[in-house]
């Protein structure tokens, strides 16, 4: 026990007498989530749209006036005719071209329905199916609206038709805020990339610098070795996650409606796990570069593949069972359903259980593999 | 227990096709200063770096203070001091923290550490540097310390892998003065080394050739077998064969 | 010029030697963007619908039959009540459900609004809000039809989605993890092979050398290129072969541009290495600093349209947005350079910025 704080001193003090990593490891994580946190949405917020008005008449002025009242779209171009339009679209000027047809407002009023073109810039995929949505939302209302006011046409009908009401509700996400999802995840992110490299990165340079040699002459056991090796760094990890959480709370506001200690215990567990992987990968790699190589290609895997970003739901089948095993999906959903929702243990029993198993397996696997000799 | 500090029968490395250290077999005393000399790549770093328990024997076996190093590792870790060929003491940890921390891991308590600091800065000269990083003090000054600190827990037997590699001609002499220092305190002293002049402050000596043992026995025996006046014609002599 | 070669050589051999690490670096990225290639997407399919319809007409059937039509949404069935939904949602058999009012039929005819409600499970608000425009959309062209039925006005909307008809994330996504694997690797690659030297005491040696600084920077800088240059050419032959992405512009431009992002990425690599003494500064600075930041700065996930403001000032100094932007218009656009021209000027400033603050940084350490 006493061999292990000393080694554990050891590390402090050399993380701490390098001024240009202590900035690193508070000022990336703090930096990072105050600005990434309000990156990472869906929302559309005025969609460059060009209108091409070739009818040039009451209904269309109309039109182009809901589009823009409406606050989500900004009318980037408006025109006469289409020239110029495809290589708006090519060029990114425009999102969205709504072009009028002549004969428009004829139309409506002979027939009381009439064409209209609709183009999006697909290149960003999804977000392309939210502009569509919003503006067939605008253009449906003002539908409606046109049934009540323009002069009945030769039919003479009476009936307009209702308007549609359309009351949308998602469930389970009782903040109503992007950020409060975001916020778990990239602190997450965050931390395990910090905590992971130092781990990993600090017994790869004490192999190249040959002082690892020198401690394993020593008769420092494998156990006290590899708990020494990660104690230090679990501290820094830990600590850096309670100030993205305070950072988290003050700034982006998110509740904390569960049970905060068990958000704490519950990143203990995790960040053996994270810096366990940190180590493992140390036991085998035999420079600093080759380290970091792959410690990047597992973190990439790790948090690109753990729904943290994008959904689970569209992952192939395999990718799912991938994700079933990664231990920041779990810490994550811990997270949210904790503070977001306010889940007690019962909920967070199964994946703290996993959590566990992967801490322990993790750091069997290092303790197995690390060996004091060369090969 | 045997009476003998090391005993390597037949011990050999190999690394793919190439055999860095060959079937060696040799013993050193309790006590003795047992030098292993050769050029480099010649297979002395290798050699001791299996009886140190760093690197396993493809064959063959030794024993160290009279353990095996291969099945009893942690026993030979305990009875040993290590100074490596590069400089292995933390460069960005004063020299203080060093010794506290090597002096921690052997479990030292803090007032053995406190007196043994005291010591060992006295002696080596080094006590205004005690807050230092170890970075910035001169390299002589490194190797004493590392030295030092390979000593601090006054282990049975000390290897020393080419200590004085690049120290100017005073701090060598320093160098070979505290080993001797050292060894009639009773401690076994391994050292390597290319310099032939040290070779001749050794009790015994071994040179190796391309991973086997050429020739081994006291200064005096080695230059009488070889019918050479200095341990340089032996040396000359062994590792190319046609220049005499 | 012949030390200079020299020196290029004695780089190269340096990389080649350490076999390990060398294909690492050469098949790190192909494997990745092969892996993500499947797994990474934002567009949902597969979407488990409930409908509640307490009163089934021939409108309530209209809307049935668009969602069967859809290939996104898998109807789960038609229930006469609310109740369940609760469970369903919970156990996630449903992630999404429309509830119709019991007199739709008789209330399209009218003029008070129809009451449907849309409740999607917003467990992740991102794809809960795509899945909702996805719902919508159906939606309202639905409605648009009974109005017309019922005698009001209807617009009918022609909807094309240009470029990317299936709003396949693939096309959006291979792009990217183009730009993100390859500002890591070269990145990391040239600020952690020049922190070492320094570190070691090489990169002194190196100094002394007749050599000018800058000649030993690009003499480290040259295999990199090379190197990274083949993770392009084989990531791209994936994205073809495997996700079958369309190539519709021009493939000299194409590499020509990932040519030029490349050494964007080597500068940023040397900046990093001149501002950091340690391998370990260096590290976190290439990884902490620029994984998270690409990812989600660059558009690759996130649209840059929707973040605040701010951050989408923040995002014009990420040079992965701009090479993002490029590439999905070379290869799903097929725009060609009189369209990216600007982009292109935006990331040769970029790359020549960073290199004279590395210039800069590197004289200052030499007086």
Not at chain 1, 85 to 95: F, G, P, W, Y
Not at chain 3, 283 to 308: N, V
């Amino acid at each position: 026990m006493r061999t292990i704080l000393f080694l554990m001193r050891k590390e402090f003090l050399q993380v701490f007498r390098d001024k240009a990593t202590v900035f690193q490891i508070f000022f990336i994580p703090v930096a990072q989530l105050l600005i990434l946190t309000n990156a990472a949405t869906f929302d559309i917020k005025r969609t460059a749209l060009a209108v091409v008005d070739e009818d040039r008449s009451t209904v269309s002025a109309g039109l182009v006036q809901r589009l823009e009242g409406g606050g989500r779209f900004r009318i980037a171009r408006y025109q006469p005719t289409t020239a110029g339009i495809e290589s708006a679209l090519l060029d990114r000027e425009v999102t969205a071209v709504l072009r009028i047809p002549h004969g428009f407002e004829e139309g409506l009023v002979r027939e009381r329905h009439a064409p209209v073109q609709l183009q999006f810039n697909a290149e960003e995929g999804a977000a392309a199916g939210i502009v569509q949505a919003a503006a067939l939302a605008v253009l449906g209302d003002y539908a409606r609206e046109l049934g009540v006011t323009l002069p009945r046409g030769a039919a003479g009908a009476m009936a307009v038709g209702a308007p549609l009401e359309l009351r949308t509700q998602g469930w389970f996400n009782p903040s109503r805020n992007y950020k409060h999802y975001m916020v778990p995840a990239i602190l997450v992110s965050l931390t395990t990339i910090i905590g992971l490299l130092l781990t990993a990165q600090n017994i790869a340079r004490e192999k190249e610098l040959g002082t690892l040699d020198q401690l394993n002459v020593t008769p420092i056991t494998k156990g006290q070795f590899i708990t020494a090796k990660l104690l230090p760094f679990w501290i820094l990890s830990l600590v850096i996650f309670t100030m993205g959480l305070m950072i988290g709370k003050v700034v982006f506001g998110i509740p904390t409606r569960g049970s905060v200690p068990l958000v704490f215990f519950s990143a203990g567990i995790y960040l053996v796990v994270a810096l366990g992987i940190g180590l493992w990968i140390s036991t085998f790699t035999r420079t600093q570069q080759q380290t970091m190589f792959v410690a990047l290609f597992i973190m990439l895997i790790y948090l690109l593949m753990s729904g943290l970003f994008t959904p689970v739901e569209s992952m192939p089948r395999w990718a799912q069972w991938m994700a079933e095993v990664n231990p920041v999906k779990h810490f994550v959903f811990i997270m949210r359903a904790v503070l977001v929702k306010g889940a007690g243990w019962e909920t967070v029993a199964k994946p703290l259980a996993i959590l566990a198993a992967g801490g322990v397996g993790v750091l069997a696997l290092a303790v197995r593999q690390y060996s004091k000799q060369v090969q | 227990m045997s009476a003998l500090a090391i005993d390597a029968r037949g011990l050999t490395r190999r690394f793919g096709d190439f055999t860095a250290v060959d079937a060696i077999t040799f013993h050193v005393a309790q006590g003795e200063v047992f030098g292993f000399l050769g050029a480099n790549g010649a297979g002395k770093t290798t050699a001791m770096r299996m009886l140190i328990g760093l690197l396993e024997p493809s064959s063959g076996s030794a024993t160290v203070a009279g353990y095996d190093v291969v099945r009893d590792a942690e026993a030979v870790r305990r009875n040993i001091g290590y100074m490596s060929q590069k400089f292995s003491l933390y460069d960005d940890l004063t020299v203080q923290e060093n010794i506290t921390l090597y002096g921690g891991i052997y479990g030292l308590t803090n007032a053995q550490i406190a007196e043994r600091t005291r010591k060992l800065l006295g002696r080596i000269g080094l006590e205004h540097a005690r807050k230092e990083l170890v970075r910035r003090i001169p390299l002589g000054w490194k190797q004493q310390l590392a030295f030092s600190v390979a000593l601090l827990h006054q282990p049975r037997i000390i290897f020393l892998d080419e200590p004085t590699g690049g120290v100017d001609p005073i701090t060598r002499r320093r160098f070979w003065e505290m080993i001797y220092e050292t060894a009639a305190t009773g401690t076994t002293v391994l050292v390597t080394t290319h310099y032939l002049d040290e070779a001749e402050y050794c009790d015994r000596l071994s040179i190796m050739v391309d991973g086997a043992i050429a020739a081994m026995g006291t200064p005096g025996e080695v230059k009488g077998a070889f019918g050479a006046a200095s341990l340089d014609e032996v040396f000359l002599r062994l590792t190319r064969p046609g220049a005499a | 010029m012949r030390s200079f070669i020299g020196f290029v050589r004695k780089e190269a051999f340096h990389i080649l030697r350490d076999k390990q690490t060398f294909w690492i670096m050469l098949l790190m990225p192909l494997v990745q963007v092969l892996l993500f290639g499947f797994a990474v997407r934002t567009d949902v399919y597969d979407i488990r619908l409930a409908i509640v319809d307490p009163a089934p007409g021939p409108a309530s059937r209209a809307l049935v039959e668009q969602f069967n039509a859809s290939p996104r949404f898998r109807l789960m069935g038609v229930y006469a009540s609310t109740a369940p939904l609760e469970v369903g949602f919970r156990e996630g058999t449903f992630r999404q459900a429309i509830v119709l009012p019991s007199d739709l039929d008789r209330a399209l005819v009218g003029r008070a609004p129809v009451p449907v409600e849309l409740v999607t499970d917003a467990a992740d608000p991102n794809t809960g809000s795509i899945m909702q425009a996805y719902a919508s959309a159906i939606l309202q062209r639905w409605h648009g039809e009974q109005v017309q039925r019922a005698g009001g006005v209807r617009l009918d909307v022609a909807a094309r989605m240009r470029f990317n008809p299936t709003l396949a994330s693939v096309n959006l996504f291979v792009p990217g993890l183009i730009a993100l694997v390859l500002t890591m690797v070269s990145a990391m690659m040239t600020s952690i092979s020049i922190t070492r030297e320094k570190e070691t005491g090489t990169m002194e040696m190196l100094l002394v050398s007749p050599l000018h600084p800058w000649a030993i920077v690009v003499g480290k800088v040259v295999p990199y290129v090379v190197l990274g240059f083949a993770n392009v050419l084989l990531v791209l032959g994936a994205a073809r072969e495997v996700f079958g992405m369309p190539l519709r512009g021009s493939i000299t431009l194409l590499l020509a541009e990932s040519l030029l992002y490349i050494l964007t990425a080597l500068a940023l690599g040397i900046v990093i290495s001149t501002r950091a003494d340690t391998q370990r500064t260096a590290m976190i600075a290439a990884m902490a600093g620029l994984l998270l930041p690409t990812l989600l700065l660059s558009g690759f996930i996130f649209p840059i349209d929707s973040m605040p403001a701010p951050l989408r000032v923040i995002s014009n100094i990420v040079p992965a947005r701009w090479f993002l932007i490029i590439v999905r218009g070379i290869m799903v656009k097929g725009a060609g350079i009189t369209t990216l021209w600007q982009e292109t000027v935006i990331l040769a400033v970029q790359t020549l910025v960073l290199l004279v603050v590395g210039a800069r940084r590197l004289a200052i350490r030499l007086e």
